[in-house]
């Protein structure tokens, strides 16, 4: 399952773990996806949606 939001497309973003000796080590931040239940033009559906989307309400979410 993709790790990616299904309402703005936020994706895993990249950059380095730096110790403090300064080593770098790549690594990567993953997007708060949360699974919820959405009205999709009449229809009932499940979508993996980032919290930033929730809390905007770009989404109708189903409730029950």
Do not use: E, Y
Not at 7 to 26: F, I, L, Y
Not at 42 to 48: S, W
Request: glycine share 8%; with cysteine.
């Amino acid at each position: 399952m993709a790790k990616r939001c299904q309402v703005c497309g936020k994706g895993p973003t990249t950059g380095n773990n730096v110790s403090h000796a300064m080593n770098k080590t790549r690594r990567r931040w993953l997007p708060n996806l949360q699974s919820v239940r959405i009205d999709d033009r009449g229809t009932h559906r499940t979508a993996r949606v980032c919290t930033q989307c929730l809390k905007s309400k770009r989404i109708t979410r189903l409730i029950g």
